[in-house]
């Protein structure tokens, strides 16, 4: 009947194999330094945390009027609040995805690359969606401050730093968006087959000699032995 039947479980699920990675052990650490010195996206990560850490850090410390209402001075909208709640979430997620940046250098992804493949499409849907996010700040906190009526009552310092609020929010648009696009730059190197953890992995072969034993191997003709000239 049809309730007995089992449900199959596709074949991309059953492949997920997390017990296949391990830490990367071909290479020196000193190569392994060098990598992680040349990924552009832990550079464009750190970039991202510095960011964030400049609209939400401007916004909690000038963005309010020292009243009791707190009033925000972006035209006393709820512009203060977004910002910050907006630039929060973007540092939790570039600390979170600079962690997955560092997995793809120093961890073996060649026993499963469809691991990798997961981490990065993740990596392009979150980081795509708060471009857009930053998209939304930029334009809310810009119409906002374009429209202040309290311009007369703010300080150089707050006219400052809601002024690096608007530009840094245009900033972080242009790069969450390079880093999609640096992803899928990896996704075509995996789908292609030039990325190294797609690559067989040759070095799991026997070399020669030196790795033949014969009471593994009984079939094989093993290695051929020296010829000794008769004695006459």
């Known amino acids: ?33 060098k990598d992680l010195a040349l990924s552009p996206l832990i550079y464009m990560r750190l970039l991202g945390v510095l960011f964030s850490i400049i609209v939400f850090g401007c916004l909690a410390d000038k963005g309010f009027v020292n009243d009791p209402d707190s009033t925000c001075l972006l035209s006393g909208s709820n512009a203060c609040n977004f910002g910050i709640a907006i630039g929060v979430l973007a ?10 940046d560092v997995m793809m250098v120093i961890v073996d992804f060649s026993g499963n690359i469809l691991i990798k493949k997961i981490l990065i ?16 700040t930029f334009c809310y906190t810009a119409d906002q401050l374009r429209r202040n009526r309290r311009s007369s009552l703010i300080s150089t310092s707050a006219q400052n730093c809601l002024n690096s609020t608007v530009a840094f929010s245009f ?5 969450w968006i390079g880093i999609v696009g640096v992803n899928i730059l990896f996704l075509i190197w995996i789908f292609k087959g030039t990325d190294p953890d797609s690559r067989p992995n040759y070095s799991a072969f026997p070399k020669g000699d030196e790795d033949y034993d014969p009471e593994e191997n009984p079939s094989s003709e093993g290695p051929t032995p020296q010829y000794t000239p008769p004695e006459y």
Do not use: H, Y
């Open 171 to 175: 900033f972080s648009i242009i790069l």
């Open 91 to 100: 540092f939790l997620i570039c600390v979170v995805f600079l962690i997955k």
């Open 1 to 33: 009947s049809r309730a007995c039947q089992v449900t199959r479980v596709p074949k991309a699920v059953m492949d997920i194999n997390v017990s296949t990675l391990k830490l990367r052990t071909d290479a020196l650490p000193e190569k392994l330094l």
């Open 121 to 136: 499409f993740c990596d392009i849907a979150v980081n795509g969606f708060w471009a857009f996010m930053w998209f939304v």
